[in-house]
């Protein structure tokens, strides 16, 4: 990677940063979709099944990679935040 391309995605991430602070954690609300899909997480961190033990209307990667989030980042609406920064500066 040369220097341009770190300073542009160094950019890309503050870009990401920024875009997501109105989702921090202080804002999370547990019964909008997002606790339903924290609840789907641990459900499947605890060794349930999506559409078995925990139903959603939705396709079970959010699921999935929510769990994937808490489990790197402990159960907490931050490492739900960090996905959240980390797939809109993968997806910028």
């Known amino acids: 990677m040369t220097r341009q391309h770190a300073g542009i ?6 870009v990401a940063v920024v875009a997501q602070l109105p989702t ?3 804002h999370f609300n547990d019964w909008a979709d997002n ?3 924290a609840y789907s997480a641990q459900v499947i961190r605890d060794g349930g099944m999506p559409y ?3 139903w959603d209307h939705k396709p079970p990667l959010i699921a999935y990679l ?4 808490f489990t790197v980042g402990g159960e907490t ?4 935040w960090g996905l959240r ?6 997806t910028a």
């Open 24 to 26: 921090v954690p202080a």
């Open 66 to 69: 929510n769990a994937l989030a």
């Open 9 to 14: 995605a160094l950019g890309l991430l503050v």
């Open 52 to 54: 078995r033990d925990a």
């Open 77 to 80: 609406y931050w490492a739900l």
């Open 35 to 37: 606790g339903a899909y």
């Open 85 to 90: 920064v980390i797939s809109t500066w993968v």
